[in-house]
């Protein structure tokens, strides 16, 4: 069991620093490399830095505020038939 | 006998237990809900007016030109993704570092066990 634990907590922080590292890179140091660089081709245009953020934000929230409406429709359900 | 006096006792007990949880529940409703709502409400502008603060800071900065026009948009999104991830990193870490205690699991079992037994020799019904 708590190596299941110790897995899934390795997971994440691996997956968070390895989101923070490309961010980063790709915000900060980019625009610093000249545009023959072959590293450029490992990174999207710029911006896509600002699109997909922004996009997997609404999305979230969309997907929270779905959710609250479910929960609150179906307590209210509960209530009327109870 | 022993048995049919503290089923009493219990019934009692419990007829009383529920009627003051009804009072309490009758007069501090109002009350309550106040309680809960009011400290939300501030918080909550408390939130608002310092993210206005922020970015009142921030055009302010830009249109002083002393941050260049490409970041307008560059910066605050980097800055909250790092906070995200941040976070997301505090919990992966916790995670890994928790503490399980196997002695006291152990021990824990035992307590269970002895329970168990006392009380299925006293006549009471100890579930699984």
Known sequence: MELADKAVGFLLSAVSLSIFSYYTFWVIILPFVEKDHFVHGYFLPQEYAILIPVFAGVALLSFLCVFVGYVTIKSNKKKKSA | ?128
């Open chain 2, 1 to 128: 006998m022993v048995e049919k006096r503290t089923e009493r006792r219990g019934e009692d007990r419990r007829k009383k237990v529920s009627v003051d949880v009804n009072r309490r529940c009758k007069k501090d409703r109002s009350n309550s809900l106040k309680v809960i709502v009011v400290p939300t409400m501030k918080h909550i502008l408390k939130i608002m007016a310092l993210v206005v603060v922020v970015a009142g800071l921030w055009i302010s900065l830009l249109q002083t030109s002393v941050v260049p026009h490409s970041y307008t948009w560059l910066l605050p999104v980097y800055l909250i993704i790092s906070l995200g991830c941040y976070g997301l990193l505090m919990v992966g870490i916790g995670l890994m570092l928790f503490p399980t205690c196997p002695q006291e699991a152990v021990l824990l079992q035992k307590d269970i066990v002895e329970a168990k037994e006392f009380l299925t020799s006293r006549g009471v019904d100890a579930g699984s």
